[in-house]
Each structure stands twice: as C-alpha cells, then as structure tokens.
C-alpha cells in the first residue's frame, strides 16, 4: 500500500468541518439578531408563524452544530499510526476505494488521493473491523479486496 500521511487526511477532514461549523454559527448569529430585531409585535399572525417558522429554523441550525461538534471530536480522538487491529483511525485501501474509519462525511480529495471518511458504527465499517484483515470481504453483494491497512 502506497504510504498514505493520515495526518493530512486528518487536517483536510477537520478544516472542511470547521468550516461548516463557522458557517453555521454565522448563520446562528444572523438569525439570532433577525430574532431580536422582529421583537414582540402585536400585528397579529403573521409575526406568530415567522416567529415560530425562525425558532424552528434555529434549531434546526443548533442540532447540526452539535453533530458537527460530535463529529470534530471523532476525528481529534484518531490517533496516528498502525495498530494491530482494524478500527477507528485505520485506513484500508481496497479495489472499491480508500476508506477511512473516522466520522461519517463522505468524499475526499487532496491531491490525487480520494478517500471515504466512514463512522466506525457503519455497517461497512463494522464488517472491515470484523474482516480484520488483507483479503476479499465479502459485503451485500460486493466484493471488497483488502489491499492495505494502515
């Protein structure tokens, strides 16, 4: 397996997080002092449902903000370097891709390595923890040839 830096792959995964996560808290601001400005008025029902259509929206901001919090804290709890057994923090590369057991995020790209950044509940990387190894794994119908773990 071509030596890959998780550290970099940590970093890339981290900043696209905390993107997200001052994105986020920028739009709670707004919102927030869109919330204080509309204030109690008496004009009757419409100011009742874009209160409440607002609250809803806020809060729909703050539990994405508790995940992506959730989800930065996965990541910082990786720790580099090969362990012995397959888990969080390992990195296999297989026929279908490389696979980063970290967070659940989806697609990468730093140069010319893509990876698959995957929870560790997931259930493919459940089946790669139990698999534990470099072979075929077998997975709902695919076939997953361990190349490299690291």
Not at 68 to 95: C, F, P, Y
Not at 124 to 142: H, V
């Amino acid at each position: 397996m071509a030596e890959i830096d998780k550290q970099s792959m940590i970093d890339c995964m981290m900043n696209h997080l905390e993107s997200n996560l001052k994105t986020l808290s920028e739009e709670l601001k707004q919102m927030n002092s869109e919330g204080s400005s509309q204030g109690k008025s008496s004009a009757g029902d419409k100011h009742e449902v874009s209160g409440t259509m607002l609250s809803a929206e806020i809060n729909r901001i703050e539990g994405s903000v508790v995940n992506l919090d959730r989800q930065l804290k996965e990541i910082q709890e990786i720790r580099i370097g090969s362990g012995a057994e397959v888990g969080q923090g390992s990195v296999l590369e297989t026929n279908n891709g490389i696979f980063f057991i970290s967070a659940s995020l989806g697609k990468f790209q730093l140069g010319d390595l893509e990876w698959f950044a995957i929870s560790r509940k997931s259930p493919l990387a459940l089946s790669f923890q139990e698999f534990g190894r470099i072979g075929e794994m077998p997975f709902r119908d695919i076939k997953y040839q361990i190349k490299g773990i690291s």
